[in-house]
Nanobody
């Protein structure tokens, strides 16, 4: 069964850090590309960061230098370390994976950054 389950969201003050985790099944290595998207109220869902099976990483410009994506194939997780958080990072964060020709999404986890 293909499944993505996020965890780690919450409320943090501006300048703080959070680490999001996505448990991927059957395995992280079974996804062609896996990563994180976010959707703020009233806005479209947007790419935050993603990593391909061969290790190619993409970041949205606004998070470069602050966020870091990584995978742990032993634990089948993909993590997003978020540092120097800003109020504009407030959104629901979704794990997304390309499995063959299909795209799968997690249920999302809320991140709120207070000023």
């Amino acid at each position: 069964q293909v499944r993505l389950v996020e965890s780690g969201g919450g409320l943090v003050q501006a300048g703080g850090s959070l680490r999001l985790s996505c448990a991927a099944s059957p395995s992280t290595s079974s996804f062609n590309r896996i990563g994180w998207y976010r959707q703020a109220p009233g806005k479209q869902r947007e790419l935050v960061a993603s990593i391909s099976a061969d290790g190619n990483i993409n970041y949205q410009d606004s998070v470069k230098g602050r966020f870091s994506i990584s995978t742990d194939d032993a634990k089948n997780t993909v993590s997003l370390q978020m540092n120097s958080l800003k109020p504009q990072d407030t959104a629901v964060y979704y794990c997304r994976g390309n499995f063959g020709l299909r795209v799968y999404w997690g249920q999302g986890t809320q991140v709120i950054v207070s000023s």
